[in-house]
């Protein structure tokens, strides 16, 4: 069965934390996606990658930054958390035909 | 650059009654893809369907259709026969190319409600 999983379900982080978000998928699939969701916006794209070590920013960037060092593994990095950043992250990585997403983590900055 | 469009907000719709639930996109790469994602209040993301720009038939699920007309930009879903299972969060969402890349794009997302 195809998986993506999540490092945390729920984190508190005070303001001008650095925080990490880990995202592992086990499917060998070169795209991966970091979005956040908020209630009326749907999903906004952070950041995306399509290879080892490859990124590209996505609608929203401002405030992120993201790691792949290897295939499976593509990480979040909030370098000092706001508090306009508490919000449901989502992982996704990709074939042509569909997106897998991992469970997502409700990040809350105090 | 590109966009997808969900205009409706909220929808209610009878149980055992077939329900639009409606998707406009805005690409200029000429081979895209189009998805349905489901998102019940559990939070997970079910996928539903997809429907590539080049297939010539639209795309079914089970009760899940895809209205895709091209020269309309839209691609809406059709659910038939609602069950109360069926209420939940519906995101549509594109495939596209950003800078040679793949990018996929999430609308705002249609609340769905069925009534018993």
């Known amino acids: 069965d195809v998986k993506v999983t999540q490092s945390s379900r729920y984190l508190v982080k005070r303001t001008g934390e650095k925080v990490f978000l880990e995202c592992v998928q086990d499917m060998d699939h070169e795209n991966m996606f970091w979005y956040r969701q908020d209630p009326g916006l749907g999903l906004r794209l952070i950041y995306f990658s399509y290879d080892v070590k490859m990124k590209e920013k996505g609608d929203i960037p401002e405030g992120y930054s993201v790691s792949r060092e290897k295939k499976e593994r593509f990480s979040l990095i909030l370098e000092s958390a706001s508090t306009n950043q508490t919000s449901m992250y989502l992982c996704?990585?990709?074939?042509?035909?569909?997106?897998?997403f991992g469970q997502g983590t409700r990040l809350t900055v105090v | 650059a590109q966009k997808i469009t969900q205009t409706q907000p909220g929808m209610f719709v009878q149980e055992k009654e077939a329900v639009t639930l409606d998707c406009t996109y805005d690409?200029?790469?000429?081979?895209?893809?189009l998805f349905w994602y489901k998102q019940p209040s559990s939070g997970e993301m079910i996928f539903l369907i997809y429907q590539g720009s080049y297939d010539q038939q639209n795309a079914t699920e089970g009760r899940y259709s895809l209205n895709f007309q091209k020269a309309r930009k839209s691609a809406n879903l059709v659910i038939s026969a609602s069950q109360l299972g069926d209420s939940a969060m519906y995101f549509c969402?594109?495939?596209?190319?950003?800078?040679?890349?793949?990018?996929?794009?999430f609308g705002t997302g249609t609340k769905l409600q069925v009534i018993p």
């Open positions: 996704a990585s990709s074939t042509t035909a569909e997106a897998f």
């Open positions: 969402a594109m495939r596209g190319f950003s800078g040679g890349y793949q990018k996929v794009t």
């Open positions: 690409t200029s790469d000429p081979s895209y893809g």
